[in-house]
């Protein structure tokens, strides 16, 4: 089934969107690489006009991911986006972070992204990548 057919006829909360996977659409290329303004455009004429679509992102120190982004480049995206009518969060990818645990870079990731998400600001976590 295509995807578009789906969110045009039916009305979806939220959309999970992967801006990493795709060249032309890729965050690793910059703000100005995501389309995120033309997915919400997009549902302005459709069921899912009022969707929130959240940023997905590929964590920074994914392992030979050319689309993995750097640690600083996760508050410019966050704070870029997350005043957009059609912004409703962000998550990220990462599948070859294994460990868990307070110390591991996972817990590290998720600790940057809440505090960018509550204050706009990294939490002055050191991540050495």
């Known amino acids: 089934m295509d995807m578009g057919d789906a969110i045009q006829n ?22 100005e690489a995501v389309n995120f303004d033309e997915w919400h455009n997009n549902l302005q004429d459709t069921a899912s006009k009022d969707t929130k679509l959240f940023l997905g992102l590929v964590a ?32 990220c990818t990462m599948l070859r972070m294994r460990r868990r645990g307070p110390n591991t870079m996972a817990a590290r990731i998720r600790s940057r992204f809440a505090s960018v998400l509550a204050t706009g600001n990294t939490c002055g976590l050191q991540v050495n990548l």
């Open 10 to 31: 039916a009305a979806f909360d939220c959309v999970f969107v992967m801006f990493y996977n795709n060249p032309t659409c890729s965050a690793s290329g910059g703000i």
């Open 60 to 91: 920074p120190g994914a392992a030979n991911d050319p689309y993995s982004l750097r640690p600083k480049d996760l508050k410019e995206f966050i704070n870029e986006f997350k005043g957009h009518a059609g912004f409703g969060g962000s998550w």
